[in-house]
């Protein structure tokens, strides 16, 4: 070795030597940061997180470090919270100190800080306060929105019925169904089935939510700066939400054109009546860019996560045949087989209600939730959290926990019974969230999973292609989201 090769690789340790040490004080934190696993320069822990199923990896360290606990999604920090009492100490009892939104770089890059989902301060309050009290107006949690579930959970019966016994995969029969219901709210339209631009944004959506949830997705999360030169599966993703705002903004120009503010029909309506309200206001968060981001925000999240709740829900009972039957008795009981489903029929179905929340916990379709942070150096615990550092609070982790939900791996609708029958609540049930970033469309994603779920046993049974004891229930890949894996079934009229 010459003397400039000897050089060469001693100025190449330094360098290393000086990144590691730079890397090991910022997760230091004067001592305070909580513990974790040692992190290398550029990757972090990249080499220790398996992406497959992040969050089972997630539980694994929390069993070394604790219930509070720091990693480096590359050269990311971030704290992880494992288990109800961490989850519940940080969103529910210190909820001012933990709402905002934490760094999310393919949020980030879907939006750039616009919108609901992805903003913070004055932008969110502003936005989420509108979008609550517009959704609400419009009839969320309310009996004219349960009339419209009904009439669409009735127009997917004959959907279901037009496939006369024949093999299909239902994810665009419940992508459509589902996304129609916040259609009407956003757009001011049903739309049909076979709308060849209605499937295709179906499509969309259902493979952003895939791409996001796979390997692409999470080395985006760890490598954001790489990954957006190195061509793959994520550059579609962004194709995908660039023509999912193309649509949007041609609804947002008809919308204009037609626009009566003393007689709006949906929330574009109301977005664009609130903007000619507020144009003369400096701090206004209501301009054309938002409501694009905002109305993105609605349409995907009111679309995707209930869906893939039915899709992933339908796959678990044709696994066990023995819990679809019990409650399709239920059903024929207490609401028969011509009458539809209401709301007000769950108090007096709590088997059926049990299976609906052990399906949402069983699956918890965002595993680690959406990422938080601390917009100041935080006490938490014996810990000091510094200003900016991202927090996940793993939802996984509060619905799969071992002491509340015993064999939490395992289907089991006994977790929300009583030994008497009756329906057992529990403040573990956080599969949209907690606190003050808690889902806004919970009590409209309640109702249509409940409401279709019920609608579509009612009405059939679910006949499976191999034998229920072969049916793979583990998700296909569990990043972002779980999703299960294609499958196809039958549904034979009752």
């Given at each position: 070795?010459?003397?400039?090769?000897?050089?060469?690789?001693?100025?190449?340790?330094?360098?290393?030597?000086?990144l590691?040490?730079?890397?090991?004080?910022?997760?230091?934190?004067n001592?305070?940061?909580?513990?974790?696993?040692v992190?290398?320069?550029?990757?972090?822990?990249?080499l220790?997180?398996?992406?497959?199923?992040?969050?089972?990896?997630?539980?694994?360290?929390?069993?070394?470090?604790?219930?509070?606990?720091?990693?480096?999604?590359?050269?990311?920090?971030?704290v992880?919270?494992?288990?109800?009492?961490?989850?519940?100490?940080?969103?529910?009892?210190?909820?001012?100190?933990?709402?905002?939104?934490g760094?999310m770089?393919?949020?980030?890059?879907?939006?750039?800080?616009?919108?609901?989902?992805?903003?913070?301060?004055?932008?969110?309050?502003q936005?989420?306060?509108?979008?609550l009290?517009?959704?609400r107006?419009?009839?969320?949690g309310?009996?004219?929105?349960?009339m419209q579930?009904?009439?669409?959970?009735?127009?997917?019966?004959?959907?279901?019925?037009?496939?006369?016994?024949?093999p299909?995969?239902?994810?665009?029969?419940?992508?459509?169904?589902?996304?129609?219901?916040?259609?009407?709210?956003?757009?001011g339209?049903?739309?049909?089935?076979?709308?060849?631009?209605?499937?295709?944004?179906?499509?969309?959506?259902?493979?952003?939510?895939?791409?996001?949830?796979?390997?692409w997705?999470?080395?985006?999360?760890?490598?954001?700066?790489?990954m957006?030169?190195?061509?793959?599966?994520?550059?579609?993703?962004?194709?995908?939400?660039d023509?999912?705002?193309?649509?949007?903004?041609?609804?947002?120009?008809?919308?204009?054109?037609?626009?009566?503010?003393?007689?709006?029909q949906?929330?574009?309506d109301c977005?664009?009546?609130?903007?000619?309200?507020?144009?003369?206001?400096d701090?206004?968060?209501f301009?054309?860019?938002?409501?694009?981001?905002?109305?993105?925000?609605?349409?995907?999240?009111?679309?995707?996560?209930?869906?893939?709740?039915l899709?992933?829900?339908?796959?678990?009972?044709?696994k066990?045949?023995?819990?679809?039957e019990?409650v399709?008795?239920?059903?024929?009981f207490?609401?028969?087989?011509?009458?539809?489903?209401c709301?007000a029929?769950?108090?007096?179905?709590?088997?059926?209600?049990?299976?609906?929340?052990?399906?949402?916990?069983?699956?918890?379709?965002?595993?680690?939730?959406?990422p938080?942070?601390?917009?100041?150096?935080?006490?938490?615990?014996?810990?000091?959290?510094?200003?900016?550092?991202?927090?996940y609070?793993i939802?996984?982790?509060?619905?799969h926990?071992?002491?509340?939900?015993?064999?939490?791996?395992?289907?089991?609708?006994?977790?929300?019974?009583?030994?008497?029958?009756?329906?057992?609540?529990?403040?573990?049930?956080?599969?949209?969230?907690a606190?003050?970033?808690i889902?806004?469309?919970?009590?409209?994603?309640?109702m249509?999973?409940?409401?279709?779920?019920?609608?579509?046993?009612?009405?059939?049974?679910?006949?499976?292609?191999?034998?229920?004891?072969?049916?793979?229930?583990s998700?296909?890949?569990?990043?972002?989201?779980?999703?299960?894996?294609?499958?196809?079934?039958?549904?034979?009229?009752?």
């Open positions: 070795m010459d003397t400039q090769e000897a050089t060469t690789v001693f100025l190449v340790l330094c360098i290393s030597c000086f590691f040490f730079a890397s090991w004080r910022k997760r230091s934190g001592g305070k940061l909580p513990p974790g696993p992190s290398f320069p550029i990757v972090g822990n990249a220790q997180l398996k992406t497959k199923n992040l969050s089972r990896t997630l539980h694994k360290l929390s069993e070394t470090y604790g219930p509070v606990f720091t990693v480096h999604f590359g050269s990311e920090r971030v992880a919270l494992h288990g109800y009492e961490a989850v519940k100490e940080a969103l529910i009892d210190r909820a001012d100190k933990f709402a905002a939104r760094r770089p393919i949020g980030d890059k879907f939006n750039n800080g616009l919108g609901i989902v992805f903003s913070n301060g004055e932008r969110w309050k936005l989420r306060q509108f979008a009290t517009t959704l107006n419009f009839g969320m309310k009996r004219s929105i349960e579930i009904q009439e669409e959970a009735q127009y997917l019966v004959k959907k279901l019925s037009s496939t006369q016994k024949m299909f995969d239902p994810t665009f029969l419940l992508s459509c169904a589902v996304s129609n219901i916040i259609c009407s709210i956003i757009f339209k049903h739309r049909d089935y076979e709308d060849r631009k209605f499937l295709t944004l179906m499509g969309l959506m259902n493979d952003i939510f895939h791409v996001v949830s796979s390997h997705g999470q080395l985006y999360q760890l490598f954001p700066s790489l957006d030169v190195l061509p793959g599966p994520h550059k579609r993703m962004f194709k995908n939400v023509e999912l705002k193309k649509f949007i903004s041609e609804e947002v120009k008809k919308h204009q054109d037609s626009l009566d503010p003393s007689s709006p949906d929330i574009i977005f664009l009546t609130k903007m000619e309200q507020d144009k003369h206001n701090k206004s968060e301009y054309l860019e938002n409501l694009v981001a905002t109305t993105f925000d609605l349409f995907i999240a009111g679309t995707e996560t209930p869906s893939t709740t899709r992933y829900g339908l796959l678990i009972l044709l066990y045949p023995e819990i679809q019990k399709q008795k239920e059903i024929d207490v609401i028969g087989r011509t009458q539809s489903a709301m029929n769950r108090s007096q179905m709590p088997y059926t209600d049990a299976v609906v929340h052990e399906i949402q916990r069983f699956i918890a379709v965002i595993p680690l939730g959406l938080h942070t601390v917009s100041q150096d935080t006490p938490f615990r014996q810990y000091i959290i510094p200003k900016g550092t991202t927090i609070p939802l996984s982790s509060v619905l926990d071992s002491k509340e939900f015993p064999d939490p791996e395992q289907f089991n609708p006994e977790h929300f019974l009583n030994e008497n029958g009756t329906f057992r609540k529990s403040n573990f049930f956080m599969p949209f969230s606190g003050k970033r889902c806004l469309g919970e009590s409209l994603a309640r249509e999973i409940f409401l279709i779920l019920v609608t579509i046993l009612q009405n059939f049974t679910l006949k499976p292609l191999i034998d229920p004891k072969e049916i793979d229930i998700p296909e890949m569990s990043g972002f989201g779980n999703a299960p894996k294609p499958y196809q079934l039958c549904v034979l009229p009752r």
